[in-house]
């Protein structure tokens, strides 16, 4: 198994890429290169960074409107059937709209689970894969994004108005 990572620079923003065998296996997102690099490390800790043309282009294609589809191969998160099902249901999102986390939790069948969609989300391994972005609190708000020990100020306002703009 070939595992590295490879980072990336957006509108003074910073992406971290994990790949093994050319799959995304893991996107981190942040506003600072240390903090990116040391939670990659602490993930894996004999990861090498390994810079990736192919898949900075892909990544900056979508950043700047020039496709709606990261072009690469990623590793769906395996885990309870619930997990997996919000999963399936966000990648069913189409890009550029939303929906809250109600929506999503009544197309799982249960209104009432808004708030465990929520807790699914902030898990995922692979945002902008699975578009986690794209779900918004019912009052249009932007709601959470990612967990809290990840540098994400503004990824999900800018990832959403990348998407905006079509």
């Known amino acids: 198994m070939n595992l590295y990572f490879t980072l990336l620079k957006f509108k003074h923003k910073i992406i971290g890429v994990v790949l093994s ?3 995304v296996i893991n996107v981190l997102l942040g506003n600072k290169r240390t903090k990116i690099l040391n ?4 993930i894996y800790p004999d990861i090498k960074l390994k ?7 892909c990544f900056l294609k979508y950043l700047t409107g020039k496709t709606k589809k990261i072009n690469l191969k990623f590793k769906k998160p395996s885990g309870s059937l619930f997990k997996e ?4 249901e966000i ?3 189409p890009y550029g709209t939303t929906i809250s986390y109600k929506d999503l939790a009544q197309r799982l069948g249960n209104k009432k689970l808004a708030r465990a969609c929520g807790n699914v989300l902030s898990s995922n391994p692979v945002p902008i894969f699975i578009p986690c972005h794209r779900v918004i609190k019912s009052d249009k708000s932007i709601g959470g994004f990612m967990k809290e020990n990840y540098d994400r100020t503004g990824w999900k306002e800018l990832l959403l108005n990348i998407e905006s703009k079509k």
């Open 21 to 23: 065998d050319n799959i």
């Open 39 to 42: 939670k990659i490390k602490k």
């Open 51 to 57: 810079k990736n043309n192919s898949v900075i282009r």
């Open 85 to 88: 099902k919000v999963f399936e």
């Open 91 to 93: 990648e069913k999102i």
